[in-house]
């Protein structure tokens, strides 16, 4: 009971991401997160040597990374891994460090840096150069709990969703040209063994963030800035 008087602050924010799902309120956090999802897939693609050619996410929450060369098996794993790596950074560095301020404005920057370099369509171009300004702006005018609680909304929602997002595209619907898809005709195996694989991989992930990540309370105190 003690342990989770120390974090009543995140399972009160985990109730409202979900009751809130299916509004338009969180419309603008689950493109955030499809971009999350494409940029994983665009730096693995340079990290391993490949060339990015362009990103794009779009208004009914897709995504599309067209990009030349690099490693195909680490790219198509990088989507759904790559984004819950991004979720649990976000919400670990918010909880355990007072860094927000500059966390935000890094996030700002690599948003606007990747929307200068590799966006080319109207909507996605629109949505991450406002989401990049955004985070610049509330990183240089608001405070220490402000950006914190920013922080924690973006990497929770992150986090929670990657794991219904894998079962729902590789295991319900198998069938749809997903990730896993792509990786078991070029690799081998069935689209429900790598989601799987991936299923059980973000589980423990978040399984350890939610054990030793986030310290014996995670709350914030709203009085300091």
Same mark, same amino acid.
Request: net charge positive; hydrophobic share 50%; proline share 0%.
């Given at each position: 009971?003690?342990?989770l008087k120390g974090h009543w602050? #995140? /399972?009160?924010l985990t109730v409202l991401v979900f009751a809130l799902w299916q509004t338009p309120v969180v419309v603008p956090l689950k493109i955030l997160i499809v971009f999350f999802h494409e940029a994983s897939?665009?730096?693995a693609t340079l990290l391993t040597g490949g060339e990015v050619i362009s990103v794009s996410v779009s208004?009914?929450?897709g995504g599309m990374v067209w990009s030349r060369g690099g490693s195909r098996f680490i790219t198509l794993t990088a989507g759904y891994?790559?984004?819950?790596l991004i979720g649990v950074g #976000? /919400?670990?560095?918010a909880t355990?460090?007072?860094a927000d301020r500059a966390i935000m404005a890094g996030c700002g920057v690599i948003t606007l840096a990747i929307a200068a370099f590799y966006i080319r369509d109207v909507f996605a171009l629109g949505f991450t150069v406002g989401t990049g300004a955004a985070m610049l702006l509330m990183a240089r005018f608001f405070g220490h709990a402000p950006n914190d609680m920013a922080l924690r909304v973006m990497g929770l929602a992150s986090m929670i969703y990657v794991p219904y997002d894998i079962f729902s595209d590789t295991i319900a619907r198998s069938e749809l040209r997903s990730d896993a898809r792509m990786l078991a005709e070029e690799f081998g195996g069935t689209t429900t063994l790598w989601g799987g694989l991936w299923l059980v991989?973000?589980?423990?992930?978040?399984?350890?963030?939610?054990?030793?990540?986030?310290?014996?309370?995670?709350?914030l105190d709203f009085r300091q800035q």
């Open positions: 009971m003690a342990h602050q #995140l /399972l009160l897939h665009a730096i208004a009914d929450q891994l790559g984004s819950l #976000l /919400l670990v560095a355990r460090t007072r991989l973000s589980v423990i992930v978040i399984g350890w963030c939610l054990r030793y990540g986030l310290g014996r309370s995670s709350n």
